[in-house]
């Protein structure tokens, strides 16, 4: 099996540092607002990276973060050290704890993440689950000689750690323009991030620690280094995000896990590419800052963005589109359709050319179209219909299109009996009532077709 490794830009073959069980770590999602189709595609690279590792036989500690505190909006400009908590921020905006605002958003993100099909990690790490073991990293730091304090916190002196800047190309003393926004006239260098904020006077927050520098909240960077040295041991094989966390996250998490332990804080870094929309960013002011919900609104399953999201390879951008994701709904109702049309048993193996040429493509730095287009090329070939059936099981290991549990759609009681209701306000002439059970139905999830008999009929949408 062969990764991209961020690090040495290079792709290289997979050699996990303990056979026995390959450690692997995901920056999730800040839970403050919904999170995006293009959040998702990071989560879902994550989870084909750890089915293909599963694919190939290895044992998996898999550990994705949730950032419930310290990640500050300054980080939107390039500066994560500075702005508003946006835990904090959210909480007054919309008149809630910040403890209540992290459940509220942590429950829509986990509503998501399993309707496309997500693989649940060991565990979902919580920020503010890990304070002690945050505070005990600064101290180590402090006692090496790598921090010092300012009146707003305690900063990690990049200029001390030779190999800062690595990751991203970017050194201490060589900082790209508009790369950061020094706005700290107390930071010794540009790129120096706090590890401990001290809370100001003249703020009132929800969420803050005693800490042996004065009560204040940890930096967003400490935050995902201290889960994942607790969780994983001081060196992890892989670590996925988004390539946004590349230039200075990911950065730092080196320099203060590394100068902590001594060892090389991650063997395999892999991050997936932006998501554009109609060949721009994705926007939440423009508008295209799309939600799932904002998909099945129109009528898309979820499992069509997962399929989308496999056709271009995790490294390149990929463009969303209504005609894109119309077009990957298509071609996987195909499949859906010809996995329920084939006969098949318990005793077919799958095609053993078939199954390799997939693995041979997943296992490739995970790449998913190559891997689709031997799906398409199984579907077309003359394979019986029952070796066909056990290799696609086989495929959708990987692919997690979830096909054996579209083979029946058994249409709920609560939507028949909803149905039935409509059809009877229709035979009374109550529109309005009709038409809105009809789009209770619609955003269930399913199609409802009047029949010129007077009857219907419900469907599954795909």
């Not at 006969?343 to 790449?367: E, I, L, M, R």
């Not at 209701?421 to 199609?447: N, P, S």
């Amino acid at each position: 099996m062969k990764l991209y490794n961020s690090l040495t830009r290079e792709v290289e073959e997979f050699k996990p540092l303990n056979p026995e069980v390959v450690t692997m770590y995901c920056c999730g999602p800040t839970v403050y607002l919904d999170a995006h189709i293009g959040n998702f595609r990071t989560y879902t690279t994550s989870d084909l990276v750890y089915r293909v590792l599963k694919f190939n036989n290895h044992t998996i500690r898999y550990i994705m973060n949730l950032t419930d505190v310290g990640h500050l909006t300054g980080d939107n400009s390039g500066d994560a050290d500075t702005g508003e908590d946006r835990m904090e921020k959210s909480s007054k905006k919309e008149g809630k704890t910040a403890a209540e605002i992290a459940k509220y958003y942590t429950d829509l993100f986990m509503k998501d993440y399993d309707k496309l099909n997500l693989t649940r990690p060991n565990k979902f790490t919580k920020a503010t689950e890990y304070i002690e073991q945050q505070i005990a990293l600064v101290e180590v730091l402090e006692k090496k000689g790598f921090t010092y304090q300012t009146s707003d916190g305690i900063y990690f002196d990049t200029s001390k750690f030779e190999s800062y800047g690595q990751l991203s190309g970017m050194k201490a003393d060589n900082v790209l323009e508009g790369a950061r926004v020094e706005i700290n006239p107390e930071k010794k260098n540009a790129t120096d991030f706090a590890l401990w904020k001290l809370s100001s006077p003249y703020e009132n927050r929800s969420q803050e620690w005693k800490s042996p520098w004065g009560t204040g909240f940890p930096g967003w960077h400490l935050e995902c280094s201290a889960m994942a040295l607790s969780e994983l041991g001081s060196t992890i094989d892989v670590h996925v995000g988004g390539e946004d966390l590349r230039m200075i996250h990911h950065q730092n998490e080196i320099a203060q896990s590394e100068c902590a332990t001594e060892k090389k804080f991650v063997r395999y870094w892999i991050h997936s590419a932006f998501m554009m929309v109609d060949g721009g960013r994705m926007s939440k002011s423009g508008g295209t800052g799309y939600l799932l919900s904002d998909l099945e609104k129109r009528g898309f399953d979820p499992m069509a963005l997962r399929y989308l999201y496999m056709t271009t390879h995790y490294r390149n951008q990929l463009n969303f589109t209504w005609e894109a994701i119309t077009s990957a709904q298509n071609a996987l109702k195909k499949i859906y359709d010809l996995a329920r049309s084939y006969k098949h048993d318990d005793q077919t193996k799958p095609s053993h050319d078939f199954v390799n040429k997939f693995a041979a493509s997943v296992s490739n730095d995970v790449n998913m179209p190559e891997a689709l287009a031997v799906v398409w090329e199984l579907l077309k070939s003359e394979t019986s219909e029952q070796e066909k059936f056990a290799t696609l099981m086989v495929m959708d290991e990987v692919l997690g299109l979830d096909i054996k549990g579209h083979l029946v759609y058994d249409t709920p009681q609560h939507i028949v009996d909803i149905a039935k209701t409509r059809q009877e306000y229709r035979k009374a002439g109550i529109w309005d009532k009709a038409d809105q059970l009809r789009k209770q139905i619609i955003e269930a999830g399913y199609d409802i077709e009047d029949i010129p008999s007077g009857t219907y009929r419900l469907k599954r949408k795909m």
